[in-house]
């Protein structure tokens, strides 16, 4: 078997590997370059996958990162296309999301999502053949959900790969992750991610940490705003336990609950039985209720917050006046996006018991950086304690995670 990195092995990101045998051509991820990097995002001329006799070929997919699968727009709809069920779930959804962006982003989006229709899916430890080569998948710890690296062997049992694709062993299955690996057989080479191979293993903290603190941050603030990545289902999950178990109230908007929904079932979110409150409002007059069962909080359920749709060109999400008692009794932790409803909500919220966070790479937030993001600045700037991929406060000095 013949090992190609064309891309990769000098950068962060735009990812393409191809492993060769008896004129069978096997790729695994076709991504994008990560915004900021030297190396300009040429056109690629890769025998097999953008041009020549495509026959022989196929591809796989390790995860639904835009620096893994970020040209599947490009590839031809002769090449079959492998990957994960429920990441390939997520990924149609986003690009569905993002199709309707106008200009280049939206239409590239729409691309994408018509031709991760025609993807093939496999589940966890499905193995399956292409031509000559036999593939596992291998289920790995990554901050995408579904991700794999594979087990690949050629026609004559004579080599076996391991590629990794991203991974990590920090994540809620962190331990599962190392008694994955221990399993695996002896490989003849390994093809390994290799992102922070220069970092501590300290600087990493792991998720059920990050979870306790946020549990901490969330009982000492009354309203919370979390920006975080919307397919980042294990930190949203377990964001969501900590505002759970701190006793707020959590809200998403449609999109959020509509991406979530791809992993987690109605019967998987904690229970709560139904409420009876009584509590002061704010103009002094004694409230004594019981919460609607026409909400979803009696059964664990986040409240999915839609537009207002009773002013014409709104851009502010309708909230129900129980609801906003409710708020005002219990708090909440909103899981935000970067959008003007989202704003116009965390506004509202009172300034000295309110507070936001950014629970994203720390790379966006570091002005020498490529990869700066003068919105991640502007949201985090006021009055937040701030929060990058793990989870980063002035007061108390939490590392990063990736």
């Not at 293993?201 to 975080?228: C, G, M, T």
């Not at 377990?238 to 006793?247: H, L, N, P, S, T």
């Not at 219990?330 to 300034?351: D, M």
Request: with cysteine; aromatic share 12%.
């Amino acid at each position: 078997m013949k090992i190609t990195v064309h891309r990769g092995s000098n950068q962060i990101g735009g990812c393409v590997t191809e492993y060769e045998y008896n004129g069978w051509k096997l790729f695994v991820d076709y991504g994008e370059q990560l915004p900021g990097v030297p190396i300009l995002d040429k056109k690629l001329e890769i025998e097999g996958l953008t041009c020549g006799d495509l026959s022989k070929s196929a591809l796989l997919i390790t995860h639904y990162h835009g620096d893994h699968i970020g040209k599947l727009s490009e590839v031809a709809e002769a090449i079959p296309v492998y990957m994960g069920y429920t990441g390939c779930e997520i990924y149609r959804k986003l690009q569905r999301r993002l199709s309707y962006v106008k200009g280049e982003i939206g239409e590239k989006a729409r691309k994408s999502h018509e031709r991760a229709g025609l993807i093939h899916t496999f589940m966890e430890d499905e193995e399956f053949s292409i031509g000559p080569f036999s593939i596992r998948p291998v289920k790995m710890d990554h901050s995408a959900y579904d991700s794999y690296g594979f087990i690949i062997t050629d026609g004559a049992d004579e080599s076996i790969v391991f590629h990794t694709g991203d991974f990590r062993a920090h994540g809620l299955y962190g331990d599962e992750f190392w008694d994955t690996i221990s399993s695996l057989p002896d490989a003849d080479a390994v093809v390994c991610e290799a992102t922070n191979i220069e970092r501590s293993r300290d600087e990493a903290e792991p998720e059920w940490k990050i979870e306790k603190h946020f549990k901490e941050l969330f009982k000492q603030n009354k309203y919370n705003s979390v920006f975080v990545s919307s397919t980042n289902i294990d930190r949203i999950f377990g964001i969501y336990r900590a505002a759970a178990e701190a006793g707020r109230i959590v809200l998403m908007d449609e999109y959020q609950y509509y991406i979530l929904n791809s992993v987690i079932g109605k019967n998987d979110w904690m229970r709560n039985e139904t409420e009876r409150f009584e509590f002061i409002d704010e103009d002094g007059s004694e409230v004594s209720d019981t919460y609607d069962l026409g909400y979803e909080f009696d059964k664990g359920l986040p409240f999915v917050l839609k537009l207002d749709r009773t002013v014409k060109k709104t851009s502010r999400f309708y909230i129900p006046a129980k609801l906003r008692k409710l708020i005002n009794w219990k708090g909440c932790v909103l899981i935000a996006r970067p959008t003007t409803q989202f704003e116009s909500l965390i506004e509202s919220f009172p300034a000295h018991q309110s507070k936001k966070y950014l629970s994203q790479w720390k790379e966006y937030l570091n002005p020498d950086s490529p990869a700066y993001n003068e919105g991640c600045k502007v949201r985090a700037s006021t009055r937040t304690p701030i929060c990058s991929q793990g989870i980063a406060h002035p007061a108390a000095k939490f590392r990063h995670t990736l």
